[in-house]
T-cell receptor
C-alpha cells in the first residue's frame, strides 16, 4: 500500500512570497489533515477535511493560509503572503475515519514525509 | 480541553538498557492515547495506541505503554534500547468523538554505544 505523498520536500522562499504544498493521501482514506510543525515543537493541526468538506479549521490563519480538497482526494495548502514565522515542516496525514451518527472514530492517522519550508 | 505533557525533552540511554519516556495527559473525557516516533527526515510513524481496551498496549519494535487513569499517565517503555531507536517520540491525545490529535512537545531519545 502506497503511503501519503507530499511535494515538494523542501522549499525556500522570501517573505511576502506565495507558496503551495500538495498532498495525496492513501487511497480510500476519507479524512485528510494538514499539520504545522515548528522546529522543537509537536505538530499542530491546521485543517481537517472529511472527503471534500472542512471539519475543523479553527487553527488555520485564514488571512494568509488556505487549503482545498476539491475532489475529495488530493489537497493543496497555500500560504500567501508568507511570513518569517511560517518557517516549519508542513505535514499531511490521512485516515479512514468516517462520520457516522455524528461521531468520528479514532482511526490511525498515517503521515507523509512533510515539506520543509524556509522563509527568508 | 485535552493536552499532554512530556516530562523530558531529552533522554539518553546506553544500548541494551531500558527506555522510559514519560507522558501525562489531561482530558475531560475518556481519551485515546498514542505514541508516534519521528526519525530524522522521515514521516511520523505510529508506535502504539490506547483506545479504552487493555490498559497495557504493545506496539511495534518492542515498545509498550501502560494507561494509568489514577495517575493520568501513559509512559512508553522498552526493555532494551537499540541504536535504531534514536529518534524523536511524541505522546498524543485524542478525544473519542473526534479525530483531532493534540501532540506533546516531544522527547528526543539518544542511544549510546
Amino acid at each position: 500500500e502506497a503511503g501519503v505523498a507530499q511535494s515538494p520536500r523542501y522549499k525556500i522562499i522570501e517573505k511576502r512570497q506565495s507558496v503551495a504544498f500538495w498532498c495525496n493521501p492513501i487511497s480510500g482514506h476519507a479524512t485528510l489533515y494538514w499539520y504545522q510543525q515548528i522546529l522543537g515543537q509537536g505538530p499542530k493541526l491546521l485543517i481537517q477535511f472529511q472527503n471534500n468538506g472542512v471539519v475543523d479549521d479553527s487553527q488555520l490563519p485564514k488571512d494568509r493560509f488556505s487549503a482545498e480538497r476539491l475532489k475529495g482526494v488530493d489537497s493543496t495548502l497555500k500560504i500567501q503572503p508568507a511570513k518569517l514565522e511560517d518557517s516549519a515542516v508542513y505535514l499531511c496525514a490521512s485516515s479512514h475515519d468516517q462520520l457516522a451518527g455524528g461521531r468520528m472514530g479514532t482511526d490511525t492517522q498515517y503521515f507523509g514525509p512533510g515539506t520543509r519550508l524556509t522563509v527568508l | 480541553a485535552q493536552s499532554v505533557t512530556q516530562l523530558d525533552s531529552h533522554v539518553s540511554v546506553s544500548e541494551g538498557t531500558p527506555v522510559l519516556l514519560r507522558c501525562n495527559y489531561s482530558s475531560s473525557y475518556s481519551p485515546s492515547l498514542f505514541w508516534y516516533v519521528q526519525h530524522p527526515n522521515k514521516g511520523l510513524q505510529l508506535l502504539l495506541k490506547y483506545t479504552s481496551a487493555a490498559t497495557l498496549v504493545k506496539g511495534i519494535n518492542g515498545f509498550e505503554a501502560e494507561f494509568k487513569k489514577s495517575e493520568t499517565s501513559f509512559h512508553l517503555t522498552k526493555p532494551s534500547a537499540h541504536m535504531s531507536d534514536a529518534a524523536e517520540y511524541f505522546c498524543v491525545v485524542s478525544l473519542g468523538t473526534a479525530s483531532k490529535l493534540t501532540f506533546g512537545t516531544g522527547t528526543r531519545l539518544q542511544v549510546m554505544l
